[in-house]
C-alpha cells in the first residue's frame, strides 16, 4: 500500500514593481561606460589600461546597484525590498504604512523606514495627472459618465509612483494583521556582491594614482 502524497504548500507569486526608466537608462550607462573604459584599457598606454580597469570596476557595480538592481517584490505573505546596497524582507504584519511623497517610503510599525528606490517619484508625473484629472472634473462636474469616455484611461490619470504606492498599500491592508504561518521574520541583507568590487575599484584608483 503506498503512502499518500503530501499535499502541496500553497505558492504565492510575487508582482514585481521597478522603474522602466531605470532600466533603460543604466544600459545606456553600461553600454558607455563600458565602450570608453575598454577602449582606454586595451588602446591606451602606460598605466591608462589599470586605470581604465580600475575605473569600470569601481563604477560598474554602482551603475548596476541604482539602476538595475532595484526592485520590490510583493505577495499575500510579505514584500522584499530589492535596494541599491540591502535587501529588506519584511512580512506585511511588520508594515504600518506605505507613502509616497517626494520619494516611495515604507515604514514598520517600530518605526523604522525604507525607501523604496524602485519606485522613484515624479512630480512631473504628479502634476500631469492632477490636470487630467481637473480637466476630468471640469468636462463632468456632476460624475457622470459620458458615452465617449474611455473606461481604459482610468489608471492614466494617476502617476506611476503613486498607483504603485497604492497597489502596495492594497496588499499590506489584504494581509492584515494575523501573522501567517508560514510568514517570514523580518531580514536586512547587505549586498557585498555590489560593495567589495566597488571597493577593491577605489583602492587600486588610489593606489595606482599615488604611484603615477
Not at 85 to 104: K, Q
Not at 149 to 169: G, N, P
Request: hydrophobic share 45%; with cysteine; glycine share 6%.
Amino acid at each position: 500500500m503506498t503512502s499518500p502524497t503530501p499535499p502541496t504548500e500553497p505558492t504565492y507569486a510575487d508582482r514585481t514593481f521597478r522603474s522602466p526608466a531605470g532600466l533603460a537608462g543604466g544600459v545606456l550607462l553600461l553600454v558607455l561606460i563600458c565602450w570608453i573604459g575598454g577602449d582606454a584599457a586595451f588602446r591606451g598606454h602606460g598605466r591608462a589600461p589599470w586605470m581604465a580597469l580600475a575605473g569600470l570596476l569601481t563604477v560598474v557595480p554602482l551603475i548596476v546597484a541604482f539602476t538595475l538592481r532595484p526592485v520590490v517584490f510583493a505577495n499575500d505573505r510579505r514584500v522584499r525590498v530589492r535596494n541599491p546596497f540591502r535587501t529588506i524582507t519584511l512580512p506585511w504584519t511588520d508594515v504600518a504604512d506605505v507613502r509616497a511623497g517626494y520619494s516611495s517610503e515604507l515604514f514598520t510599525h517600530d518605526g523604522t523606514k525604507y525607501q523604496l528606490w524602485a519606485v522613484p517619484v515624479s512630480l512631473r508625473q504628479r502634476k500631469k495627472a492632477a490636470r487630467q484629472q481637473s480637466r476630468q472634473a471640469l468636462d463632468d462636474p456632476y460624475r457622470r459618465t459620458s458615452a465617449t469616455a474611455d473606461v481604459r484611461d482610468t489608471k492614466a490619470r494617476v502617476a506611476v509612483a503613486d498607483q504603485a504606492v497604492a497597489d502596495l498599500r492594497e496588499l499590506s491592508e489584504r494581509a492584515g494583521d494575523k501573522p501567517a504561518p508560514d510568514a517570514p521574520v523580518r531580514s536586512v541583507r547587505w549586498a557585498y556582491e555590489v560593495i567589495a568590487p566597488s571597493v577593491v575599484g577605489v583602492v587600486l584608483l588610489v593606489v595606482l594614482g599615488a604611484l603615477g
